[in-house]
């Protein structure tokens, strides 16, 4: 499955993204999980085949993460941007029936380039 990221770019505090992710392939398990080159890896949000999502703490309430299985595409919709989230986006997948909570989309077994998100003050 090959994977690539769209829509990052910069944009003022409180504003928003949308983030879009496209498959070649089907991956029953999609992600997001982003880095700073200070910090290692953090999981964002992910959504199962089954439509059940689960989100980090930090971006809970203002991330939506969704999914178009017939485009083979995710998306990453992201409000009230707030200068912490600024990193590298990286969307993944991985071909599995339980998909874990959101901090497992790190060791998923496909990912992106990644896509830069820059939120400034």
């Known amino acids: 499955v090959q994977l690539v990221e769209s829509g990052g770019g910069s944009v003022q505090s409180g504003g928003s993204l949308r983030l879009s992710c496209a498959a070649s392939g089907y991956g029953s398990c999609m992600g997001w999980f982003r880095q700073t080159p200070e910090e290692e890896r953090e999981g964002v949000a992910l959504?199962?085949?089954?439509?059940?999502?689960s989100y980090a703490n930090s971006v809970k309430g203002r991330f939506t993460i969704s999914r178009d299985n017939a485009k083979n595409t995710m998306y990453l919709q992201m409000d009230s941007l707030k200068p912490e989230d600024t990193a590298m986006y990286y969307c993944a997948a991985h071909p599995a029936r339980i998909c874990g909570g959101y901090r497992s989309v790190v060791d998923y077994l496909y990912r992106g380039q990644g896509t830069q998100v820059t939120v400034f003050s």
């Open positions: 959504i199962g085949w089954d439509g059940i999502t």
